[in-house]
């Protein structure tokens, strides 16, 4: 049998107010905004294999997966989504990724970007205290 | 000899609906909200934001004739066959469009019509 090919968006998702955004709430925005621009033929066309894998609503990461070909269109319709279930929010495509490994490959690697980014902002006392905070939790596992 | 692509695409519709139910006279104006309406429900706002002209319609026998995009010929053609209804004043009326004749040149829709009467 052919295999069915996907694609991962990993996408950021970013509420203007502290909110809490449920995993079928981003689901269905992602919908609507696909509907409102390619139409019937653009749900139609998108809706095998179409689904919200990840949310993790404290890293304001996320992971959707779509078949392949019609994941363009899905491309063209997330940054215009502006409410999720109500609320103002934005989503911001960070990368795609053949596999869901691969999607946490990069995830990681983003997350250890930015943290390294953060330290080179902190002052040498914030440093030690972060550093001594970082060995206690290395410590505890 | 090098050709040319064509631009546009000319589509010979012919709108099939009861003048019975129309709660007002259909006009150029509001054929071509409707023929939008139809291309919109079916390929949304990227379809429906290209330019779609009507160079002639005719109320009596409900026969239109549009200029298109050649890009997006097929999607309104694909569009027109299935939409079972236009929207005109909040009330849904039944409409079949049948595309008579498409041609890439405006004169060709003037030939011998292929319709079974």
């Not at chain 1, 392949?68 to 103002?88: C, D, E, F, N």
Request: include cysteine; aromatic fraction near 6%.
């Amino acid at each position: 049998m052919v295999r069915f090919k996907k694609r991962y968006f990993i996408v950021e998702v970013i509420p203007k107010s502290q909110a809490h955004i449920q995993r079928e709430e981003l689901q269905r925005a992602i919908v609507e905004a696909v509907k409102r621009l390619h139409g019937d033929f653009g749900v139609a066309a998108t809706t095998p294999g179409f689904h919200v894998k990840y949310c993790n609503i404290k890293t304001r990461i996320a992971f959707i997966s779509v078949g392949r070909g019609p994941h363009q269109l899905v491309a063209s319709a997330l940054p215009l989504i502006t409410k999720i279930g109500g609320q103002a929010a934005t989503v911001c495509t960070i990368h795609l990724a053949a596999s869901m490994r691969h999607a946490f490959l990069f995830v990681k690697r983003y997350h250890e970007e930015k943290i390294k980014k953060l330290e080179e902002s902190l002052t040498s006392a914030e440093m030690n205290h972060w550093k001594q905070e970082k060995d206690r939790i290395l410590s505890r596992r | 000899m090098k050709t040319l692509e064509p631009r546009h695409w000319y589509l010979d519709v012919h709108m099939d609906y009861s003048h019975q139910d129309l709660p007002c006279k259909m006009t150029v104006d509001l054929v071509q909200v409707v023929l939008r309406a139809a291309v919109d429900t079916m390929f949304g706002e990227v379809s429906s934001s290209l330019p779609l002209d009507i160079l002639k319609f005719d109320s009596k026998c409900g026969k239109v004739i549009i200029r298109v995009p050649s890009s997006n010929y097929a999607k309104i053609r694909a569009a027109l066959t299935v939409c079972p209804s236009m929207r005109v004043a909040g009330k849904d009326i039944p409409v079949v469009y049948s595309v008579q004749q498409a041609s890439s040149c405006l004169l060709s829709l003037a030939g011998p019509q292929r319709v079974i009467v």
